[in-house]
């Protein structure tokens, strides 16, 4: 009849220690002054043998709490830490283990230490202290304190009468500040101004009172008169190399702040609005970012990036345009033949009658670059085109007005013909090897 009745107790023991496993307690927040004690209750049942208390903060594994009888003490499963200090916040885990050996979560505690106000240490701060806004801008100034204060604005009007400001434009900020774990009060109000006019300009002062104790700070708002826009020091002439990227700024005048639209030749690139918006958007496909005064240009190409490039200023005041003509220079390239070999040469053959004209054929470049000729004698190319030039290009003049064209004769007979184009953006070149065919030869000449 014994062994039956202990059966059954530890059957009882198990369904216990099993439902405290599926049942966590709620996770509980406790919010302690610096300084101050903290106990940690971790609810034992009876059939707790040990205890554990561990503290999780940025790590992800909990590390245990050292009993040391200084800081920490523990008593029938309550912990009590003497003195909070800020780096002692946390998450804190009561981890027991009963008399069948299972381990449970029987507390999950969250301890926030806090700087509690005093009478001592009652400060106000207000941000910015003075402001000078645009017509119809948005702006708040921040009204803060340490710890809970109570804190109000004013409006100081003729002959200093002062008038609370109205809730509507009042944000209630109050909030705790994280710092290495621990959370300090503050207490915050923002004054919002919206679509400024000349009616929110004056004096504003902040209030803040606590325990007998009063502090107060003061901000100066101005509010500029509408004003057509204007533009100041946007280029009228704008030179860029192929491939690089560029920024326009258009530095605007005006109140409010005005629109801005960029034009390219006419065709509409870009709107950024005015205002208290500063949203831009985009309708070219030109590889282009917009920004609320000004457009960058992505791998500026001669063809795509040539023209006039305007920017248009607007409010209600009115509108004004400044244009900016923009000229890409681009490096010569020539045209490659077909017949070029993997040593980047065009073998040419020829007899002396006719001779070996060679063409040197420019597909683009600004500024129009020069082209020159080069010759390099080659031993090696009487028997065969597999070999490249080696030695030193000796300039030369071809002799005719198209400097595009060099007709192969004395002094100049086999070898390498080198053609360059050439201007302040860089070059490009085309290489002809050369050798001449016995007269009456039945092989193919391979030039054209």
Same mark, same amino acid.
């Given at each position: 009849?014994?062994?039956?009745? #202990?059966?059954?107790?530890?059957?009882?023991?198990?369904?216990?220690?099993?439902?405290?496993?599926?049942?966590?307690?709620?996770?509980?927040?406790? =919010?302690?002054?610096?300084?101050?004690?903290?106990?940690?209750?971790?609810?034992?049942?009876?059939?707790?043998?040990?205890?554990?208390?561990?503290?999780?903060?940025?790590?992800?594994?909990?590390?245990?709490?050292?009993?040391?009888?200084?800081? *920490?003490?523990?008593?029938?499963?309550?912990?009590?830490?003497?003195?909070? &200090?800020?780096?002692?916040?946390?998450?804190?885990?009561?981890?027991?283990?009963?008399?069948?050996?299972?381990? %449970?979560?029987?507390?999950?505690?969250?301890?926030?230490?806090?700087?509690?106000?005093?009478?001592?240490?009652?400060?106000?701060?207000?941000?910015?202290?003075?402001?000078?806004?645009?017509?119809? +801008? @948005?702006?708040?100034?921040?009204?803060?304190?340490?710890?809970?204060?109570?804190?109000?604005?004013?409006?100081?009007?003729?002959?200093?009468?002062?008038?609370?400001?109205?809730?509507? +434009?009042?944000?209630?900020?109050?909030?705790?500040?994280?710092?290495?774990?621990?959370?300090?009060?503050?207490?915050?109000?923002?004054?919002?101004?919206?679509?400024?006019?000349?009616?929110?300009?004056?004096?504003?002062?902040?209030?803040?009172?606590? @325990? @007998?104790?009063?502090?107060?700070?003061?901000?100066?708002?101005?509010?500029? +008169?509408?004003?057509?826009?204007?533009?100041?020091?946007?280029?009228?002439?704008?030179?860029?190399?192929?491939?690089?990227?560029i920024t326009l700024k258009c530095k605007t005048k005006g109140s409010p702040r005005p629109k801005i639209t960029w034009y390219k030749d006419d065709e509409l690139l870009g709107i950024c609005e005015g205002g208290?918006?500063?949203?831009?958007?985009?309708?070219?496909?030109?590889?282009?970012?917009?920004?609320?005064?000004?457009?960058?240009?992505?791998?500026?190409?001669?063809? %795509? @990036?040539?023209?006039?490039?305007?920017?248009?200023?607007?409010?209600?005041?009115?509108?004004?345009?400044?244009?900016?003509?923009?000229?890409?220079?681009?490096?010569?390239?020539?045209?490659?033949?077909?017949?070029?070999?993997?040593?980047?040469?065009?073998?040419? &053959?020829?007899?002396?009658?006719?001779?070996?004209?060679? &063409?040197?054929?420019?597909?683009?470049? +600004?500024?129009?670059?020069?082209?020159? *000729?080069?010759? &390099?004698?080659?031993?090696?190319?009487?028997?065969?085109?597999?070999?490249?030039?080696?030695?030193? *290009?000796?300039?030369?003049?071809?002799?005719?007005?198209?400097?595009? #064209? =060099?007709?192969?004769?004395?002094?100049?007979?086999?070898?390498?013909?080198?053609?360059?184009?050439?201007?302040?953006?860089?070059?490009?070149?085309?290489? =002809?090897?050369?050798?001449?065919?016995?007269?009456?030869?039945? %092989?193919?000449?391979? =030039?054209?």
């Amino acid at each position: 009849m014994a062994s039956v009745l #202990q059966a059954l107790c530890m059957l009882f023991i198990l369904a216990a220690s099993c439902g405290g496993n599926k049942q966590t307690p709620k996770q509980r927040y406790l =919010f302690v002054s610096y300084g101050h004690s903290v106990q940690i209750d971790c609810s034992l049942s009876e059939s707790d043998v040990n205890v554990t208390l561990y503290l999780k903060r940025f790590s992800t594994q909990p590390t245990k709490v050292v009993i040391d009888n200084v800081k *920490w003490r523990q008593r029938k499963g309550v912990f009590t830490m003497t003195v909070t &200090q800020p780096l002692d916040g946390g998450e804190y885990i009561c981890k027991a283990i009963n008399i069948t050996g299972h381990e %449970r979560i029987t507390k999950e505690l969250t301890v926030i230490p806090i700087a509690a106000p005093t009478n001592d240490k009652l400060k106000v701060e207000v941000k910015p202290p003075s402001l000078s806004l645009q017509y119809e +801008d @948005n702006a708040n100034i921040s009204c803060s304190a340490l710890g809970k204060r109570k804190l109000k604005w004013y409006k100081i009007g003729l002959g200093e009468q002062m008038t609370a400001v109205d809730k509507k +434009d009042l944000i209630n900020d109050d909030h705790y500040d994280t710092d290495g774990g621990s959370r300090i009060y503050h207490s915050r109000l923002i004054l919002s101004i919206k679509d400024a006019t000349k009616k929110h300009a004056g004096r504003y002062k902040c209030v803040a009172k606590s @325990n @007998n104790q009063k502090r107060e700070e003061f901000v100066v708002i101005s509010v500029r +008169d509408p004003k057509k826009p204007s533009i100041r020091n946007f280029p009228p002439v704008v030179i860029a190399s192929e491939g690089i990227t560029i920024t326009l700024k258009c530095k605007t005048k005006g109140s409010p702040r005005p629109k801005i639209t960029w034009y390219k030749d006419d065709e509409l690139l870009g709107i950024c609005e005015g205002g208290n918006s500063r949203k831009c958007q985009s309708f070219t496909k030109i590889k282009s970012d917009f920004k609320k005064n000004s457009i960058t240009l992505y791998q500026l190409s001669y063809t %795509r @990036n040539n023209g006039k490039y305007t920017c248009e200023v607007e409010n209600f005041m009115g509108k004004f345009s400044s244009s900016a003509r923009m000229t890409i220079f681009s490096k010569p390239v020539l045209s490659k033949r077909s017949d070029t070999n993997h040593n980047k040469v065009v073998p040419v &053959q020829y007899t002396r009658k006719p001779a070996a004209i060679l &063409q040197c054929n420019l597909i683009s470049g +600004d500024p129009k670059p020069e082209i020159t *000729w080069e010759f &390099q004698s080659s031993n090696c190319l009487k028997n065969t085109f597999a070999c490249r030039p080696s030695g030193e *290009w000796k300039k030369f003049d071809n002799g005719l007005k198209e400097k595009e #064209q =060099f007709v192969v004769a004395p002094p100049f007979g086999p070898g390498f013909y080198r053609c360059v184009a050439t201007n302040m953006v860089g070059r490009d070149q085309q290489i =002809f090897a050369v050798r001449k065919l016995p007269n009456g030869s039945s %092989r193919r000449r391979r =030039f054209r």
